[in-house]
């Protein structure tokens, strides 16, 4: 999604790239997609998977994903009212994908966080001299 343009506008995309990023990306989509690689999930099981994720903001991100058909929701009229959430075909293409990212993650979290902390280092000395400075 282009910053400012809402969802549900239909456009066009030039780079293939930005639109896979438009389907999946942003904080939760992907992180969703990892929790139903591993099978269905009611939505709560989704809330405690990932606890940060504000109710408002997983439910609009499964919607987003569901209008895309990434994933499938399956509702069961019983009280109270029972949702699954799935993967759909499509969003069993992008298997490979998430798995790639969980890889990469794994063999890289160290030394990115790494270098976060050395840049948090210098910019703390930068700041600690300019201070010093005035």
């Known amino acids: 999604m282009q910053l400012g343009i809402p969802h549900d506008e239909v456009q066009a995309f030039a780079c293939p790239v930005t639109f896979t990023v438009d389907v999946i ?5 992907s ?10 999930r009611r939505f709560n099981e989704l809330r405690r998977l990932m ?9 609009l991100q499964l919607r987003e994903m569901e209008v895309d058909q990434i994933i499938h929701r399956k509702v ?4 109270p009212p029972k949702v699954e ?3 759909a ?18 063999a890289h979290e160290a030394t990115v966080i790494e270098y976060r902390k050395a840049a948090q280092v210098e910019r703390q000395a930068e ?8």
């Open 31 to 40: 992180l969703i997609l990892f929790h139903l690689m591993s099978g269905t």
């Open 25 to 29: 990306g942003g904080k939760w989509k």
């Open 76 to 79: 069961y009229l019983e009280v």
């Open 51 to 59: 606890p940060e994720v504000t109710q408002r903001m997983l439910t």
């Open 85 to 87: 959430y799935s993967l």
């Open 127 to 134: 700041a600690q001299t300019s201070l010093e400075r005035n």
């Open 89 to 106: 075909p499509l969003g069993q293409t992008l298997v490979p994908l998430i798995t790639t990212m969980r890889e990469w993650g794994a």
